[in-house]
């Protein structure tokens, strides 16, 4: 199985800020990334697909960059409604894996 | 707009086995370039892949649980299920159906808590 690595598994930031998450892979999986995001309660919601392009209605302070075996998430200007857990997860193979998720909170 | 939701027990016994359901709607299932998938998850923990069937009936499974998991799909009622054998407490999670489109999960259920208890 690919190993995905998130880090970090948490963060605290201040309304606007830019907000970072890093995504590694065991092996190149090229550009076959995906970002979600779960709100508490929530199915988690497609943000970022093929590593850096942004779903339909996503904001677009939302973006993913990256290809091989290190990829970023990156919310350029932290918002409320942002709160939330972010996971990656690679579709190069199967089984399809997911990071352990990095959870953002308002300072 | 697809929607899908899943169906089934939300108590189940040790050692017998955990079936849902996943209705979709707005959508078919034979309709072809789609996975359906099942994914969980543990209280308070991240995301686990469980497995995926296409509308012909191909399934692959995550080798962790394939002793004990199949995946079917009816066409006809435009559902797919799961079914999890010889369940422990370790299987107690939230389990969501999906479907994937090359890749990314575009579509999700609200997931339904399976807990397994005596």
């Known amino acids: 199985d690919i190993q995905m690595t998130q880090s970090p598994s948490s963060l605290s930031a201040s309304v606007g800020d830019r907000v970072t998450i890093t995504c590694q892979a065991s092996?190149?999986?090229?550009?076959?990334l995906n970002w979600y995001q779960q709100k508490p309660g929530k199915a988690p919601k497609l943000l970022i697909y093929d590593a850096s392009n942004l779903e339909t209605g996503v904001p677009s302070r939302f973006s993913g960059s990256g290809s091989g075996t290190d990829f970023t998430f990156t919310i350029s200007s932290l918002q409320p409604e942002d709160i939330a857990t972010y996971y990656c997860?690679?579709?190069?193979?199967?089984?399809?894996?997911f990071g352990q998720g990095t959870k953002v909170e308002i300072k | 707009q697809v929607q899908l939701q899943e169906s089934g027990p939300g108590l189940v016994k040790p050692s017998q086995t955990l079936s849902l359901t996943c209705t979709v709607s707005?959508?078919?299932?034979?309709?072809?370039?789609?996975?359906w998938s099942w994914i969980r998850q543990h209280p308070g923990k991240g995301l686990e892949w469980i497995g995926y069937i296409y509308y012909s009936g191909s399934t692959y499974y995550n080798p962790s649980l394939k002793s004990r998991v199949t995946i079917s799909v009816d066409t006809s009622k435009n559902q797919f299920s799961l079914k999890l054998s010889s369940v422990t407490a370790a299987d107690t999670a939230v389990y969501y159906c999906a479907r994937e489109y090359g890749g990314p999960i575009d579509y999700w259920g609200q997931g339904t808590l399976v807990t397994v208890s005596s």
């Open positions: 092996q190149d999986i090229s550009n076959y």
């Open positions: 707005g959508g078919s299932i034979s309709s072809g370039g789609y996975y």
């Open positions: 997860q690679q579709y190069d193979n199967l089984p399809r894996t």
